[in-house]
């Protein structure tokens, strides 16, 4: 099956200005050869605009260009000169029809409309990691920070800073703001293909006047980490070891093992030696292979307390990759 990573969006452009949209498709072999086009929603029919074939509509002649550029697994599309009745809905997609695989997005144009633009493109493997370092924007680092995703009807909200985790989020995502510079961190973990899309950053509540800045997340080929078991099932009074994995050749300068609830992971115990007064005597890390690129977590004395989420997590001073793990604790036999 051919499968395409492309990304909708809302688009504003402003009368005699220009927008520039950026689709992204997994970059196989059929999809790199395939048609790419872009075309105008009109009663029903989605009429091409501009295609990799080299067609172009005489009515858009010396305003639109499409760069395809296979090997990122993207294309761009670029309208100039952009009138009033540019506005309506599009598609962008790939097939020999316009009707095989796309995605729609509404393209707005008036005599003062801001541009609404992707400003910066995340890419994270498959059952891998992607961390989004949001600005601080201009309301106090005390506010509450928030994350949503993009779709046809809004912006829907996946994690705040008070707490919230969507639905399918549950254990794999994070909301960290950072005391300092009042940014704040996303991070996502267990990549699913369906987590590729447009997102946004929020300062305090979301509204039209929020952040322009959005996130083009685009989820790709597999990791070469080996799938770790996702559940671990202990005995209360007993142990279990749980054993971490990362890429050997990251150069990680911190490894660590962190508890996960509402979207927040509290760190436990690390590689340089620390442990949370709550684990002293019960948690260590004995292990810390580096040519193999993993280590492992010894937990004894379980408490009922303990099940729960749980990170495994590696990173240096550009790069964080964690994984997550959900801990059973079942009373033992008497």
Known sequence: MVLLLLLAALLQGKVGGSITHQ?????????KHDRKYWCKMTRGVCSTIISTTGYTSEDYQGRVALEDIPQKGT?????????????GTYQ?????????????????????????????LVQGKLRGS?????????????????????????????????????M????????????????????IN?????????????????????SPRVVALQVTRASTLPRRPKLLSGTVGGSLSVKCHHDPQGHYEEKYL?????????????????????????IQITSNDQENGTYTVLMSCLREEDAGWYWCGARNRHTEHTTPVKLFIQRGRW
């Open 258 to 282: 962190c508890r996960w609830k509402g979207g927040s992971c509290s760190l436990l115990v690390d590689a340089a030696g620390f442990v949370h007064q709550s684990y002293k005597g019960r």
């Open 75 to 87: 294309f761009m599309v670029t309208m100039t000169e952009l009138k009033e009745n540019d506005t």
């Open 23 to 31: 689709c992204f498709y997994s970059t196989t072999p059929a999809n």
């Open 190 to 210: 267990d990549l699913k293909q369906e987590d590729s899309g447009l997102y946004r950053c929020g300062m305090g509540r979301f509204s039209s006047r929020d």
């Open 168 to 187: 399918g989020y549950q254990g794999r995502i994070s909301i960290t703001p950072q005391k300092s510079s009042g940014a704040f961190k996303i991070l």
């Open 92 to 120: 962008c997609g790939i097939g020999t029809t316009n009707r095989d695989l796309y995605v729609r997005l509404e393209l707005k144009v008036s005599a003062d409309a801001g541009v609404f633009r992707l400003i910066e």
């Open 130 to 166: 992607a961390m989004v370092l949001c600005p601080s924007g201009d309301t106090p680092s005390d506010e509450k920070r928030s994350w949503c995703k993009l779709g046809r009807t809004g912006c829907t909200l996946i994690v705040d800073t008070d707490g919230y985790v969507g």
